[in-house]
C-alpha cells in the first residue's frame, strides 16, 4: 500500500484509497462475492475491474444490486527500455525507469473502458 500511495504522489494521482480491511463487510467472503459485498457497502454504482477479470465476474450479479460492471483495457502502450525488441505490459515501475512524469501520466490515459 505504501508504494501505491508513493507512486500516486509522485504522479499527482488525487485518487482516495481505502484499505479494504477498514470495510466493514463479511470478510470470509471471497472472489465475486466480496466485490459485491464490497460495491453494496460503499454504494457503488460502477466497478470496474481488469479485463482479465472478465471470466470472474457476472454482470447480472453485479445490475441486481444496482452496480455497473465494467473493464479496464490498456491500450499497447511502446518506450524506449534497456534493450529491444520492447516488453509490453511490465509495471509502472518499469514505466518510471525510463520515462518522464508528464509522459507517464498521458500514457496512464491510454485505455478502453468495456461495458
Known amino acids: ?22 470495510i466493514p463487510i463479511d470478510h470470509s467472503l471471497s472472489g465475486e462475492n466480496k466485490v459485491l459485498d464490497f460495491c453494496q457497502k460503499l454504494e457503488a454504482n460502477i466497478y470496474i475491474n481488469a479485463i482479465g477479470g472478465q ?22 502502450i511502446n518506450y524506449n ?3 529491444e525488441p520492447f516488453v509490453p505490459n511490465l509495471s509502472v515501475l518499469d514505466l518510471m525507469m525510463f520515462n518522464k512524469k508528464e509522459d507517464i501520466r498521458n500514457m496512464l490515459t491510454q485505455y478502453s473502458i468495456i461495458q
Do not use: N, P
Open 55 to 76: 471470466e470472474l465476474y457476472d454482470k447480472e450479479s453485479f445490475q441486481k444490486i444496482g452496480c455497473d460492471l465494467q473493464f479496464i483495457k490498456s491500450d499497447q
Open 1 to 22: 500500500m505504501s508504494s501505491v500511495i508513493s507512486i500516486c504522489r509522485f504522479l499527482k494521482i488525487g485518487t482516495t484509497i481505502i484499505t479494504s480491511s477498514t
Open 81 to 83: 527500455q534497456f534493450y
